[in-house]
Nanobody
C-alpha cells in the first residue's frame, strides 16, 4: 500500500511558475513509476507526465512539453512537477499517482493522492 500526499498548489498569474510535490509513504518508493494527472470540472482526468523509478525516463503530454518538468528524489520519497510558463488552461486539480513495475504509462495507476488545486489567472 502506498499513500500519496500532494502539496504546492495555489493561485498564480499567467506566465508564472509553481512546483508541486508529492510525498509517498513506504520503503519501496523507487520501485514505482510515478505519474501526474489533472482534472477540471466536467472533464475526464488528463495525463500530464510520468517518470520511471530511477528518474531517468520521462514522458509528457503534448500540452505541457517544454513547460513542465517532472523529477523525483527517492531518498525523500518525493516526486515533483515543476510548472513554468503557466497558462489559464493549466487550471485544474493536480493528482499524483503510483504504479508498480517499470513500464512508463499514461493509464493503469494503482494509487492516487487527494489532489492539489492549481489556478492560473489571466
Amino acid at each position: 500500500q502506498v499513500q500519496l500526499v500532494e502539496s504546492g498548489g495555489g493561485l498564480v498569474q499567467a506566465g508564472g511558475s509553481l512546483r508541486l510535490s508529492c510525498a509517498a509513504s513506504g520503503r519501496t518508493f523507487g520501485s514505482y513509476v510515478m505519474g501526474w494527472f489533472r482534472q477540471t470540472p466536467g472533464k475526464e482526468r488528463e495525463f500530464v507526465s510520468t517518470i520511471s523509478g530511477s528518474g531517468g525516463r520521462t514522458i509528457y503530454a503534448d500540452s505541457v512539453t517544454g513547460r513542465f518538468t517532472t523529477s523525483r528524489d527517492n531518498a525523500k520519497n518525493t516526486v515533483y512537477l515543476q510548472m513554468n510558463s503557466l497558462k489559464p488552461e493549466d487550471t485544474a486539480v493536480y493528482y499524483c499517482a503510483a504504479a508498480g513495475g517499470t513500464v512508463l504509462r499514461t493509464t493503469g495507476y494503482d494509487y492516487w493522492g487527494q489532489g492539489t488545486q492549481v489556478t492560473v489567472s489571466s
